[in-house]
């Protein structure tokens, strides 16, 4: 496959984007009240985004100074190229996703009220479409023109495409971050002041806070999570890269037993460079395999909208699965590659389906259940179902790692990360749409456009929960193995020797363990510690606003809602700056504070970092994945009994309810998505200067 057609298709995708981004603005976005308030929403965000874009630059330039001045001089101008290339493609997919939500949500919201449920769907689910195409075709065009341009510095190429990863992984530490403190201190603070305390109904314009709040579902689940994904997406093609460029140096410096046995088995003896390649074959054909879903979910819109999307995202990884056999069988490469990606997909729907069981299934009821008797069983409950929701997503990744190994070794490992997320495309659509949903919901609520509408934009939503709960369970899988396919990379790439039958070895790779055991627990306080500071303000403010705006409560005055946008942003960017000092120094500090107070030759640096890689990979994702499902389930707890369950709004069971979903909010939108952040930037950080080391 020549190597320009990887970045062609990601120009075909980002035309696709185009032209659903063209019929989602074309529809009427309402006028008068209605076009104002979403008009308020989309300055909002657009705010966040230019304020959270001047704080990456700063980063960017230092860290990219360092890159070009320090880093190998064989390589390292290019490298710094790459990343800057790596920072600006990652914003831009955020900026795009961002813009086409806040044109979606009112879209959304007026088809519900005028032409029904199946039209909203297909609007809120293209406005979703259009982030996922952009995601998938930005990386296919970043990584996909770096390879081409720089493919015959084949000894570098793997670090120059490093840079990229390390670029994205930037954007996505502050978008991810800084947007889920922005969210859940809106939400918080308006949901703990208007429903609790003033006990007006959610969304409620003369709550001061909902603005912010429905521009932080943008700011957290669309620009945010977007660049999680993008980040994971590159993570796992550019460590697959990797992994293939080490065995073929081995080849070249003399035909290491293990490499030619390995380059055997996967097949490619007789071009071993292919390997490099086939990780941005499989990603284009992706591309297409998600175009394809999309079609099938609008096709099928007219129906359940539930099972319109499932359909979608199965239907996308059944047919990359056939696709990675063709595609394997086509280059004359072992099925054994196509197997190691099967894995992969395979792992991916699994650790979503059991992610939607627990935040929308039997779990959610109990715990609705629980709050009959008060807040303390609500609690009880709910944590429960989070540390019960981790066992089946770690034995999947588990089984995951295993099963690729069997079939591909090391290599096969990257493959299952790429398997997991060849098809994003459709997966980060289904996750987007959700906050648009909510979105439509809101405006609905505000512009006071009637009780259809309202009950059309509350089915939209519902299900925009669990898609959402589900996109989270299935980021997180997804960037665990990407994280270890970056781990065995870095281990690759320092070709350190570990024995841990000898007694120095065992403590260094311990210690660093338990340094990196404890990096995940410190970053999970430092986010709750942001949101719950960040929400104080702006629970003060909303309240001094109920106290001196004479007539708000009465709605015959308006809330000053920019004064807490205001407030929500400040904090976003003011208190994410502690995690990404943490996200990209803790490797620095351990890979050379250990190298400089080691014996010369004994590679301690590398082998500490190494330990502090793999516990906090494994604290990241078993944090990561029991923040966000007990925060899901007390979220979707709280909406069954709204729904008129155990005594419905204004019992005290929904007074427990909302207390859990309070406590739960920042638990699944902040800290528990931080953890994908912290452990890819962690890895893409240490392979970077894996060759320091």
């Not at 990343?83 to 813009?99: D, Q, T």
């Not at 709910?382 to 770690?394: H, Q």
Request: with cysteine; net charge negative.
């Amino acid at each position: 496959m020549p190597v320009y057609i990887t970045p062609l298709l990601g120009i075909i995708g980002l035309i696709f984007a185009g032209l659903i981004l063209r019929n989602i603005v074309s529809r009427d976005g309402g006028e008068g009240k209605v076009a104002e308030i979403a008009e308020k929403i989309h300055k909002g965000a657009m705010v966040f985004m230019r304020r959270e874009f001047q704080l990456i630059s700063y980063f960017a330039i230092a860290i990219g100074a360092a890159l070009f001045f320090f880093q190998d001089p064989d390589f390292g101008k290019q490298q710094s190229l790459a990343f800057f290339l790596g920072c600006i493609a990652s914003s831009v997919a955020g900026f795009i996703g961002m813009y086409t939500a806040t044109k979606a949500n009112v879209r959304t919201a007026l088809a519900a009220k005028n032409k029904g449920a199946a039209e909203a769907l297909a609007v809120a689910f293209f406005g979703g479409s259009v982030m996922g195409l952009t995601v998938a075709s930005m990386g296919l065009l970043g990584l996909g023109g770096l390879f081409a341009y720089f493919q015959s510095d084949s000894a570098h190429l793997a670090e120059i495409l490093e840079g990229f990863a390390m670029g994205a992984s930037l954007v996505a530490l502050f978008y991810r971050v800084g947007g889920g403190i922005f969210t859940k201190a809106a939400d918080v603070g308006a949901d703990l002041v208007g429903k609790v305390e003033a006990g007006i109904p959610e969304d409620d314009p003369r709550n001061p806070g909902v603005i912010a709040d429905n521009v932080g579902d943008n700011v957290g689940d669309v620009a945010g999570m977007g660049s999680d994904i993008f980040e994971s997406y590159c993570g796992a093609q550019i460590a697959t890269i990797a992994i293939g460029a080490s065995l073929g140096a081995r080849l070249a410096e003399g035909g290491s037993e293990v490499a030619t046995a390995m380059v055997n088995k996967l097949g490619a003896a007789q071009d071993p460079s292919i390997l490099l390649q086939l990780p941005l074959i499989l990603t284009s054909v992706g591309l297409l395999c998600s175009i394809l879903g999309i079609l099938l979910v609008r096709t099928l819109s007219d129906k359940d909208p539930a099972n319109a999307l499932r359909f979608g995202t199965i239907g996308s990884a059944i047919l990359f699965i056939i696709a990675s056999f063709i595609v394997s069988s086509t280059l004359g490469l072992s099925p054994n590659i196509a197997f190691a990606v099967l894995s992969g997909a395979v792992g991916g729907i699994i650790i979503g389906l059991v992610t939607e069981h627990y935040t929308g299934g039997a779990p959610v009821r109990e715990i609705a259940r629980q709050g009959d008797t008060g807040v303390a069983t609500l609690m009880i409950s709910g944590l429960a179902v989070g540390l019960k929701s981790v066992v089946i997503p770690m034995f999947t990744i588990a089984a995951t790692i295993y099963i690729s190994y069997e079939f591909a070794g090391l290599y096969g490992v990257g493959l299952a990360a790429v398997g997991m997320l060849g098809t994003v495309g459709i997966t980060m659509a289904i996750d987007a749409y959700g906050p648009v949903a909510d979105n439509a919901g809101g405006i609905a609520e505000m512009a006071k456009m009637g009780p259809e509408a309202r009950k059309i934009t509350d089915g939209l939503d519902a299900v925009g929960n669990t898609t959402a709960a589900i996109g989270k369970g299935f980021a997180i899988g997804a960037a665990g193995l990407a994280a270890l396919a970056l781990i065995t990379a870095f281990i690759q790439k320092t070709e350190i020797s570990l024995d841990l039958a000898n007694p120095d070895d065992l403590r260094i790779f311990f210690v660093g363990l338990m340094i990196g055991g404890a990096i995940p627990f410190l970053n999970g306080a430092i986010t709750m510690n942001a949101v719950g500071e960040a929400a104080f303000d702006m629970i003060e403010e909303i309240r001094r606003q109920f106290r001196e705006i004479p007539g708000i409560l009465e709605g015959t005055a308006e809330p000053e809602t920019d004064r807490c946008i205001d407030i929500a942003t400040a904090a976003a960017t003011r208190k994410m700056i502690g995690p990404a000092i943490l996200a990209v120094g803790t490797p620095l500090v351990v890979g050379f504070g250990f190298e400089w107070i080691g014996a010369e030759g004994t590679q301690s640096g590398a082998k500490a970092l190494a330990g502090t890689l793999c516990g906090a990979l494994l604290g990241c994702v078993l944090l990561a994945l029991m923040m966000s499902n007990a925060g899901g389930a007390w979220d979707n707890a709280k909406k069954y009994v709204e729904e008129g369950n155990h005594g419905g709004k204004g019992s005290e069971t929904h007074s427990a309810s909302v207390v859990g979903d309070t406590v739960g909010d920042p638990l699944k939108d902040t800290s528990g998505p931080s953890m994908n952040i912290l452990i890819n930037v962690m890895a893409i950080v240490s392979l970077v200067i894996a060759g320091l080391l």
